[in-house]
């Protein structure tokens, strides 16, 4: 059976010790509340991992990610970050795709198929973001959009390569915006993406991938976007920066 996984997406926020303390405060909840076999994940900016990462190594159910690495190995890439070295740092996870990426730094299919590979060749788990702008769905072409993202960004792989993929649905015209898909909305593209995961990997894997909602997720409505049944989870953005809000989407999972 597939995992639930709740993500939160921190972006660009918290100093250090606003960091630490926000993660110190999830993993507290966590363990006194999270009573599900869900997964808790915290992508942080990378100068939180290490510290949050040993955080949360004694707790089962909570893992960090990065939010980017580069594709290379290693080598004269001033200000860059390799997957090998958020490994180190005790990452199990890595953002990629993120819309915010694809539109700021111009992140190309053909450049997330290497960081796609740079993740996986080091034991990342790359939670792969897809999803249409406003003005893709309004013209009716958002199904064309993401089996495009799909097929450039993750098809390449082997099933087994393939296993370790996350998928993320998040509408563009849905993240930061306060507007959310509708449940029928979101489920009707997230049973698309198993489809099509099912015509290139199999009916067995694409019932084992995990596949999120990210955009304007909040205690309010994940509740009804989780009850469908090819939403396994959420990628959370702003929501994840305030622990009770956080820990109320985890639990909708309990
Ligand atoms: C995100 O950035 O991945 C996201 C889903 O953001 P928000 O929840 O703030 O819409």
Redesign the pocket.
């Known amino acids: 059976m597939r995992k639930n996984i709740v993500a939160g997406?921190w972006?660009m926020n918290l100093d250090y010790e606003k960091g630490l303390s926000l993660f110190s405060e999830i993993v507290n909840m966590v363990k006194d509340e999270v009573v599900g076999n869900q997964e808790v994940v915290v992508c942080s900016p990378a100068i939180h991992l290490y510290s949050i990462g040993k955080l949360a190594s004694p707790v089962s159910n909570v893992a960090v990610g990065a939010q980017n690495i580069h594709q290379a190995e290693s080598g004269a890439y001033t200000g860059e970050i390799s997957a090998s070295q958020v490994k180190s740092v005790g990452a199990s996870y890595v953002i990629l795709g993120?819309s915010?990426r694809r539109a700021y730094f111009g992140e190309t299919e053909a450049l997330l198929t290497e960081k796609v590979n740079a993740a996986l060749a080091h034991g990342l788990a790359p939670i792969f973001?897809i999803g249409e702008t406003k003005e893709e769905r309004e013209s009716g072409k958002f199904f064309d959009v993401i089996k495009a993202q799909l097929e450039g960004g993750v098809f390449h792989l082997s099933g087994e390569e393939f296993a370790k993929v996350v998928l993320a649905y998040?509408p563009v015209w849905?993240?930061?915006?306060g507007l959310t898909a509708s449940p029928e909305q979101a489920q009707e593209v997230h049973a698309f993406i198993r489809e099509r995961v099912s015509a290139k990997y199999g009916e067995e894997l694409a019932n084992n991938t995990t596949i999120l909602y990210?955009?304007?997720?909040n205690p309010g409505n994940a509740k009804d976007l989780f009850s469908q049944k090819d939403i396994d989870g959420g990628?959370?953005?702003?929501?994840s920066l305030k622990s009770r809000d956080f820990l109320d989407i985890v639990k909708v999972f309990n």
């Open positions: 997406n972006k993120h915010e973001c998040e849905a993240i930061g915006t990210g955009g304007s997720c990628l959370i953005g702003g929501a």
